[in-house]
């Protein structure tokens, strides 16, 4: 199942010019570079492992890039992703972040059915991903 | 398939001739080059290279334009030279020349020293020293004095780490960074010499002279200017007086003795102007600096 999460995610994979260009763009603007990745893409899974710390005062992609390659290299079965941060008054949030890795097979999600009192149901999604024993996930 | 038509087509397009000085003027090199001829006193080393090396850039862009291949060069630097020879000042220029001819995407200079690179404990080296790379991608990374990232009393000193990232990343970044190394001519070569990977990687080594008494009166002038000041007509001579003593002296440091010296005589010409009570201190007074600001320095009673 493809992970749709994030800018650029109904578009083909971007290639790494195009990512590049797109952090190119997010400096352009002034907005702080960060590369973080996770196992776990659950829609609530908002706090990704973060891949060392963002990157301030950066002029050109490269540098991000190199980030980005070294991330994929250590966690070549992980979603990798790229978040550009605006640190203006009034913004101080993430204003891009798009998806640069994906793992090959993407383990997708199943629903949880869980019954309570007087037969009713709630459902919830879970990661197939979270389903290996500790230690053979990361 | 699309690509194969796009190669195709460009082929055929590349012209036979390509006429370099539209290029130049189009990149506005020339432009940079004259500032820097203009601007800058004496380096005629300096401005030599700075001319071969912009040169070289021109034609490889335009081998580029007719189809031939054009392997980007290497561009590292390493600027050895008295202190205040200019190094750090070709270094800018450096950026910008480099950012026109297309060589570095961005044209920033980051300016570190040893303190930026090199950490506190084991484990910190690394990722500051990667911090300043990627800050400086896409322009110049410029290292002041940089023979102390190598220092063989301490065989612990993670200043080797720093130079090992550095070697790592001047090689597989070529494109996206050019690193100028900076310092006084005997301990670079030292330097080079404990570390012949840095030395071989390092294709531009510029000796930076040291100014006459003609360049560093030149050079006054243009502080002066700067600062819009100028000298009372005897105050011309007690200038160059002065710079011939004071390069006598122990730690002369060229353009920068001079600068401290113009500083010092800015002291003195407000104190007496602020002593001189009773009238009105016009545009002029407020603009001259006199012989006898100059010759108050202690360099006249030595």
Redesign the interface.
Known sequence: MRITQGTFSYLPDLTDAEIAAQIDYALGKGWSVSVEHTDDPHPRNVYWEMWGMPMFDLKDAAGAMMEIKACRRTFPSHYVKVNAFEATQGWESTRLSFIVQRPAAEPGFRVVRQEVAGRAVRYTVESYAVDRPEGSRY | MDTAANATSRETAAPDAVDLAALARETGVPDVLDELERDLVGLAPVKARIRDIAALLLVDRGRRLVGLPAEPPSLHMCFTGNPGTGKTTVAMRMAEILHRLGYV??G?LVAVTRDDLVGQYIGHTA?KT??V???A???VLFIDEAYYLYRPENERDYGQEAIEILLQVMEN?RD??VVILAGYKDRMDTFFQSNPGMASRIAHHIDFPDYSVDELYSISGLMLAKMGYRLAPDAETALREYIARRIALPHFANARSVRNALDRARLRQASRLVAATGRAVSRDDLATITAADLRASRVFNA
């Open positions: 995407r961005k920033h990722p990667r911090e790379l990627k800050r991608m896409g322009g970044h996206d960074l």
